[in-house]
């Protein structure tokens, strides 16, 4: 996607060992870039939230892995570096997805060739992020264009998203937002209600500066601000993206995701939740057995943004000492889904178990264009 008339996307090498990303924290205020260039760079990225969103976690742990096979290939070195970027953040499981497919594609060399291919590997699955997330956006089109439709083509379709699920939440085009961008740019008529997305307000700060940018017409609401307009009939659809769906379809997304799916249910509003395959977790069914990351409760408590003169600044915003929760997550329960929009298509959450791999040694096909696997 551009940015200020500029392709860019939220993660490339730069041609000397190292992976360049936008720094996630001095958006919208600054267009900033920061180099990483070994392993520890790559995890502080991740555990800092220099880099988030489910997807680039996944790239950048990638990236990290090839890192640290550079400076060491052996059996204890590989995993090490695994262990320790799979700590960084505990929720979105594409960063385990990812390091895996690292892992495995290293293993199955001898040392000395495991760094250029796990290298490979990792912009190998930078590449098909990109081919993923545009058929994402191809399959979710369809959805907004029967809402246009059901509208008799009267007005803007109103999509309610939550956090932030666009291309720098991924590779390229993002996820929900991905599905905004295919519709926006195919002469749908769109209109997103940006949830602001406390505590660390992606809504507010990231969704709002790409949607300005690609030209789309949005309006920031404050979270609790979303069942009043589902209630009074100005929300079409929810679209929002997902950190980990379990098997039954159960889904883990940024905090807040859980209330607009219940306030849909009651408004009657399809609730849709856009995720590539490697979102799921085949390992267990129920959300109740997701790590659901705690921040720290500074990100409650105080907040950062800009003055009049564009300095940022950090102010509390309660009283000094107050105690505060942070989950960062919450899981909503696969009945309160509509559908899932993926790579492979549009799937109720009673089916999504056609979308399981048959075996590891068999993983599912790609979107066309996208390289399958890293042991492809
Ligand atoms: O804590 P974050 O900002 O990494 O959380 C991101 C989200 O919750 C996104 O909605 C999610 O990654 C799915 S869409 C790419």
């Known amino acids: 996607m551009k940015v200020g008339g500029v392709p860019y996307r939220s993660i490339w090498r730069d041609g000397a060992g190292g992976v360049v990303v936008i720094d996630q924290t001095r958006l919208p205020h600054a267009f900033a870039t920061r180099t990483l260039r070994d392993e520890e760079d790559c995890a502080a ?47 979105a499981v594409n960063l385990r997805w990812a390091l895996d497919q690292v892992r495995a594609a290293a293993k199955a060399l001898a040392p ?12 190998a ?15 979710g089109l369809g959805l907004v264009r029967q809402a246009w439709d059901a509208k008799a083509r009267r007005g803007p379709v109103n999509i309610l998203t939550h956090c932030n699920t666009g291309w720098i939440a991924c ?40 949607l300005a ?23 079409d659809l929810c679209l929002v993206g997902a950190d980990r769906v379990t098997a039954q379809g159960d889904v883990c997304n940024k ?19 856009a995720l590539p395959r490697s979102t799921i977790d085949w390992t267990i069914e129920s959300g109740a057995a997701i790590e659901i990351e705690e921040r720290s409760p500074e990100e409650v408590t105080h907040i950062t943004g800009a003055d009049e003169d564009g300095r940022l600044v950090r ?62």
Request: hydrophobic residues 45%; charged residues 15%; proline residues 8%.
């Open 45 to 91: 990225a991740i555990r800092t939230m220099t880099v988030r969103g489910a997807p680039l976690i996944g790239a950048v742990g990638a990236y990290g892995l090839a890192m640290a096979l550079a400076d060491d290939p052996g059996d204890a070195a590989l995993e090490r570096a695994y262990a320790a970027l799979l700590a960084t953040r505990p929720t």
């Open 112 to 123: 000395a060739r495991r760094a250029a291919a796990a290298l490979a590997c990792a912009d």
């Open 125 to 139: 699955l930078c590449e098909a992020d990109v081919a993923t997330n545009a058929a994402i956006g191809d399959h």
């Open 171 to 210: 590779v390229d085009w993002g996820t929900a937002l991905g599905i905004v961008y295919k519709a926006h740019d195919s002469g749908v008529p769109v209109h997103v209600w940006v949830d602001e997305t406390r505590p660390r307000n992606q809504g507010g700060a990231l969704t709002t500066w790409e």
């Open 213 to 235: 940018n690609h030209g789309v017409p949005f309006t920031l609401i404050a979270d609790n601000a979303g069942a009043h307009f589902m209630q009074r009939g100005q929300v």
């Open 255 to 273: 905090i807040g995701t859980y209330m607009k799916a219940l306030a849909a249910r009651e408004a009657a509003i399809p609730f849709h939740v």
């Open 315 to 376: 102010v509390r915003l309660t009283p000094p000492g107050t105690p505060a929760a942070n989950p960062a997550f919450d899981v909503t329960p696969a009945e309160l889904v509509t559908s899932f929009i993926t790579e492979h298509g549009v799937f109720a959450p009673s089916a999504l178990g056609r979308l399981r791999p048959v075996s590891a040694a068999t993983p599912p096909a790609t979107p066309a264009g996208a390289p399958g696997s890293c042991r492809a």
